[in-house]
């Protein structure tokens, strides 16, 4: 019989993560970063309040014990230069890689980072995607 689970939300786990890492943090270029699953309703070219971190659920695929899932989550990354963006990436990546959890138990690189422009705000941009490792809630 296959356990009755409920799988968290990486997304929003790998969010707070890297709001309370982040903020610890002493690099310029982490300075002021917004963390968040969606662009901010206010953000636009004229106004991109940089930097922007956002994490995005790619796709999840429950272990067929259902002990566990793996998750694609993609990292972006949009800053005041590409150098900026790809040194935030980075360490958002190391920061997520390092920080086991209740609900990610352990990440391994994907892609990237990769840097370029977003081709709508030509505002500089790094991407990156990590596969997460998720702890099921066991439903009762």
């Given at each position: 019989m296959k356990a009755n689970v409920l799988f968290p939300d990486a997304a929003a786990e790998a969010c707070r993560i890297l709001r309370a890492a982040l903020a610890a943090r002493a690099e310029p270029y982490a300075a002021g970063v917004t963390v968040g699953t969606r662009v901010?309703?206010?953000r636009s070219?004229?106004?991109p309040r940089l930097p922007l971190v956002l994490v995005a659920l790619d796709g999840a695929t429950p272990h067929p014990s259902r002990l566990s899932?793996?998750?694609l989550l993609r990292v972006s990354v949009w800053h005041t230069d590409e150098d900026?963006?790809?040194d935030l990436?980075?360490?958002a990546a190391t920061l997520l890689h390092t920080a086991g959890g209740p609900v990610i138990?352990?990440?391994r690189p994907g892609t990237g980072p990769v840097s370029g422009v977003d081709p709508d705000s030509r505002v500089p941009l790094a991407t990156l995607t990590l596969t997460a490792k998720v702890v099921p809630t066991p439903l009762t």
């Open positions: 901010p309703d206010a070219p004229e106004d899932a793996e998750v900026r963006a790809h990436a980075q360490l138990r352990s990440t």
